[in-house]
């Protein structure tokens, strides 16, 4: 199991540019999403509440870890599949809505919550968005890899579940670990 995974972190450095990639339209739409909050700053708290609903919907289900984890291995796995199908199109699209919403919730929450965005950043969302985005990160860019070497001829289904299972869902673990349970404590002790 452990070579498994020691093999698989290897492999990373195949698709290491990829990852930059996906690393730069990720943060290239979150300063999209943090303009768009500035332009709209007098109505943060009605703008806010949208986003809100959008990414929580109906409210909090009981266990809160689960649905955490549900959520975000969902989209790192239909991002790293649906963009081999998609010729990449699926994890840009995945990274683009992931990184604007990031962008506006954060400068959203500073306005309303009267602290600077990069308070925002730093605890409430840094802590578990580092396994979080690492994980996406390595499901889209290995997406463009694995896109890359079907469009050869070889085959990768096999991999794209090792490399899923062995390094994106035990990361999203991680990330839904410390988001339920370490970043409400951070937010609690730094941002009341």
Known sequence: MFSLVDNELRGLKNYRRDILICLAIFVTAVYAGYIVAVLLQDRAAEYYAEVRKIIIGGGLPDNIFLYILTRNAVVSFTALVLGIITYNIWPVLVLLLNGLISGFAAKMQALLFN???????????????????????????????????????KPVWGRVVTTYTSVVLPLLVLAALVETFV????????LQ
Do not use: D, M, Q, V
């Open 183 to 190: 970043t409400p404590l951070i937010i609690h002790r730094f």
């Open 115 to 153: 602290h600077y965005t990069f308070e925002i950043w730093l605890f409430g969302l840094i802590p578990h968005g580092i396994p979080e985005l690492s994980a996406l990160f390595i499901a889209c860019g290995s997406s463009f890899y694995y896109r890359r070497l079907r469009s050869r001829g």
